[in-house]
């Protein structure tokens, strides 16, 4: 949610919306479709990582490949995972994505406001429409096998992570941070963010959403860039790199780690 509008911040108008999108399917989807095949020929010589779920079936598969939810009734926000795992939540991100861009379409400058405006309206009318819980990303269940939920279920409120980082982005970009940094802010805030840190380790509220794990998150992010904005540190090429990486690190992992779990001796 932040890198989105901070990374379209000082972009021109005439970079609009469908400039926007096809950028974005090409940074995400050829690497995602090289580490799906893999996987799946990866799966098909080893059956000790097949499950009975039915995730290496045909119909999955090709679900994997097109970004399509394998079960909408099943729990949330996972609604059947993906071939891959990490699927589900890519489909969450290209939505967000379509969001961004019809904002964009709408008007470049106010793009974050009215992105925020379109994801919490969708998300508040599918749970009062469908009696979801309104906040609880972990609950948000269908009871029927209508092609409706598909739709609906990118209603879940795990899109406030989104609604988050564009919020923080807002802020950034108003110099709010700036305003604010001094040495007692940043005090209480590197207490506020090794509390944080210590919580997510521990694996306290573990779960998606407001009523788990999004709190800790947005108060990392929040203490990150309140510490950032006073000590102004100079980060290592190593650690840009890494964090360019971040998508395909989070890509691989499942690979990785399974590969390592059944050929690491």
Not at 21 to 39: C, G, Q
Not at 42 to 70: Q, V
Not at 229 to 247: Q, T, V
Request: glycine share 6%.
């Amino acid at each position: 949610g932040f890198i989105i509008v901070h990374s379209t911040q000082k972009k021109a108008k005439e970079d609009g919306a469908l400039t926007f999108l096809i950028k974005r399917i090409i940074r995400i989807y050829p690497i995602y479709f090289i580490v799906v095949t893999y996987w799946i020929i990866f799966c098909a010589f080893d059956n000790n990582i097949r499950n009975t779920e039915g995730i290496y079936s045909t119909a999955s598969m090709i679900k994997s490949y097109l970004f399509i939810f394998l079960d909408p009734s099943a729990s949330s926000p996972y609604s059947g995972w993906g071939t891959l795992v990490v699927t589900w939540s890519l489909i969450y991100e290209f939505y967000f994505y379509l969001c961004f861009a019809l904002a964009m379409a709408i008007n470049h400058k106010y793009r974050a406001y009215i992105a925020i405006f379109l994801l919490t309206a969708f998300s508040l009318a599918v749970a009062t429409f469908t009696g979801n819980s309104l906040t609880n990303a972990m609950s948000f269940s269908f009871h029927s096998d209508l092609y409706v939920n598909y739709l609906l279920t990118i209603g879940n409120p795990i899109i406030y992570d989104f609604v988050f980082g564009m919020t923080i982005a807002i802020l950034y970009a108003n110099g709010f941070f700036h305003k604010i940094s001094n040495k007692f802010t940043t005090n209480i805030a590197l207490i506020i963010l090794t509390f944080s840190v210590l919580l997510a380790f521990k694996g306290y509220r573990i779960g998606l959403g407001l009523h788990y794990a999004s709190p800790i998150a947005l108060s990392i992010i929040l203490c990150a860039f309140i510490c950032d904005e006073y000590f102004k540190p100079n980060y290592s090429k190593f650690l840009i790199a890494l964090g360019g990486a971040s998508y395909s690190l989070y890509l691989i992992h499942i690979p990785i780690q399974k590969t390592l779990v059944i050929y690491g001796k």
